[in-house]
C-alpha cells in the first residue's frame, strides 16, 4: 500500500510540470510574436522612408500670362501629387491652395495651370502621396526659380 502513495505524488508533480511547462512556452512564443510584428512594422516604416526619400521632383514657375506649374518626376518611383499651397513671398500670405490627383509615372511631366496674374514673387509648396514637401520659388521679374526639398 505505501508504493501506491508514491505513485500518486509522482503523477500529481508530472501534471503540474506539465501544465508549468506549457504556460511558460505559450507566454514565450506571445512574446516571440508579438516581437515579430514590431519587427515587420518597423520594415514597412523604414521602407516607406526609402521610398519617400527618393522621391525626385523638378518644379518649375512659368510666369508668362499666369501662374502655371510644371513638375517633372525624376524618381524611379511614381509620384501622386495631393496638395499644393501658393504663398505670396511679398507680404508672407497664401494665395491660393488646393487638393490636385496629379499622378506623375518616371520621367513624366504634369502642369498645374494657378490662374493667377505674375506679378509678385511666390513660393509653391507640393506635397506628394508619401508625405514629402517639396517648395519651389519663382522671383519676379528675375526670371530666377529655385527647387527644395522642405
Not at 518597423?42 to 527618393?54: D, G, V
Not at 513671398?89 to 490636385?100: C, E, F, G, Q, Y
Not at 520621367?107 to 506635397?127: T, W
Amino acid at each position: 500500500m505505501d508504493s501506491k502513495r508514491g505513485v500518486g505524488a509522482i503523477i500529481g508533480s508530472v501534471i503540474i510540470i506539465t501544465v508549468i511547462f506549457t504556460t511558460v512556452a505559450s507566454y514565450f512564443l506571445s512574446i516571440e510574436k508579438g516581437d515579430q510584428q514590431i519587427n515587420d512594422s518597423q520594415i514597412q516604416r523604414l521602407e516607406r522612408m526609402m521610398e519617400r526619400a527618393s522621391e525626385a521632383l523638378d518644379i518649375a514657375i512659368d510666369d508668362n500670362d499666369s501662374l502655371k506649374v510644371s513638375i517633372d518626376n525624376k524618381s524611379p518611383l511614381t509620384t501622386t501629387i495631393v496638395y499644393y499651397i501658393l504663398i505670396s513671398l511679398d507680404d508672407n500670405s497664401i494665395v491660393k491652395h488646393d487638393r490636385v490627383n496629379l499622378v506623375l509615372e518616371n520621367g513624366e511631366q504634369g502642369i498645374i495651370d494657378l490662374g493667377i496674374a505674375s506679378n509678385r514673387s511666390y513660393m509653391l509648396k507640393v506635397v506628394t502621396e508619401r508625405g514629402s514637401v517639396l517648395a519651389a520659388t519663382c522671383y519676379y521679374n528675375e526670371n530666377r526659380c529655385n527647387t527644395s526639398r522642405v
